[in-house]
């Protein structure tokens, strides 16, 4: 059975991960609530994904992948106020910049919350 990405909301375009990190569906408000009261910022969870294993001479790595990433997207007016030090210190990144670095463990769906 395929996954489809879920729907991303009007002005929210930066999507972000955080590594080893789950969300569960209880939880999503929780987590969106926390960046609304830390950062000031708006976001959209949108899933947590499982990451696929490492490609090494075109076979799976044992012991890699399935790692839970958190992905999620901030609302464009609020992109200035999760600061250099948060996405430090709570471990975010651009996902752009994560696909960029492992596009391996990232099925081609994932790219689709980058347009």
Request: charged share 35%; glycine share 4%; hydrophobic share 40%.
């Amino acid at each position: 059975m395929a996954i489809s990405n879920c729907k991303v909301k009007k002005e929210f375009t930066q999507a972000c991960v955080i590594h080893g990190v789950s969300v569960e569906k209880e939880d999503v408000v929780n987590f969106e609530t926390f960046f609304l009261e830390r950062c000031k910022a708006r976001i959209q969870f949108l899933e947590t994904y499982y990451t696929l294993p490492d490609i090494e001479n075109g076979k799976a790595v044992k012991e890699t992948g399935d790692r839970a990433d958190v992905i999620f997207v901030i609302h464009d007016d609020d992109l200035d106020k999760i600061t250099l030090a948060d996405r430090h210190e709570l471990g975010i990144r651009w996902l752009e910049d994560a696909i960029a670095n492992d596009p391996d463990i990232y099925e081609a769906r994932i790219s689709e919350y980058l347009k």
